[in-house]
């Protein structure tokens, strides 16, 4: 089975410019988690879905970051204006209700 | 979600048992005991999960004391593969529900 796969793998862009990364979670999986994790903070949860519909976005940084996702085999994380410190490598992880989440290999973000 | 508490770093010899402790005094009746792994520049990787019973898959045995207020992750005979930093969560385990990463155990297996 195809695990969750996330794009790009690596992304490395100027400050200011938008940046999205995406996400399409494994297939019959109806929660889709995108975590953040630098050496400073560790591993956090930025927002989650279910059913598509977002649940829970208090880990998101500010207004800066937004999240979607339109449908069940596809997310997107997105960073208008980027800024140095979002600088990081992005998670995107996927679960069918209670069972263990599965994760991404990450995009290394890297905003110069 | 209950606070977990774990060593910085460990040691292993490869082939031996790597014996992985976690404490979570403050653990409520309902939260699970989660582990999971990350190996360099990869996701993060579950590895086992239990309430209150000793659980054991093909990857680890789970070993929780009977007050639960401490777990210990066993990796049978540890190779260089399993190098990687161990984090042990506990979570109700609700619908979905989020993970909160502590620092977890960086373990370092030795030829």
């Known amino acids: 089975d195809a695990g969750v796969i996330q794009s790009p793998r690596h992304e490395v862009t100027e400050m200011g410019q938008e940046v999205t990364l995406r996400c399409k979670p494994i297939?019959?999986?109806?929660?889709l988690f995108w975590y953040r994790q630098t050496m400073m903070r560790g591993l956090e949860l930025l927002i989650y879905f279910n059913n598509n519909v977002p649940i829970d976005d208090s880990g998101m940084p500010e207004d800066r970051f937004s999240a979607k996702m339109p449908n069940a085999s596809f997310s997107t994380l997105k960073i208008q204006p980027s800024e140095p410190r979002d600088s990081a490598v992005y998670f995107c992880a996927s679960s069918r209700n209670r069972s263990p989440q599965h994760f991404g290999d990450g995009t290394r973000l890297s905003i110069l | 979600d209950a606070k977990t508490t774990q060593p910085t770093s460990m040691d292993c010899a490869e082939g031996r048992a790597a014996n992985l402790p976690c404490n979570h005094s403050?653990?409520?009746?309902?939260?699970?005991v989660y582990w999971y792994r990350q190996i360099h520049s990869q996701g993060p990787q579950y590895i086992i999960h239990?309430?209150?019973n000793n659980e054991t898959n093909e990857m680890a045995s789970l070993i929780i004391t009977e007050d639960r207020k401490s777990s210990t992750l066993i990796l049978p005979h540890a190779t260089l593969r399993d190098t990687a930093v161990y984090y042990c969560?506990?979570?109700?385990?609700?619908?979905?529900?989020?993970?909160?990463f502590g620092q977890g155990t960086e373990l370092s297996v030795k030829p």
């Open positions: 239990g309430l209150k």
């Open positions: 969560i506990v979570r109700v385990d609700n619908q979905g529900g989020k993970l909160i």
């Open positions: 297939s019959g999986h109806d929660y």
């Open positions: 403050t653990i409520s009746g309902n939260e699970y």
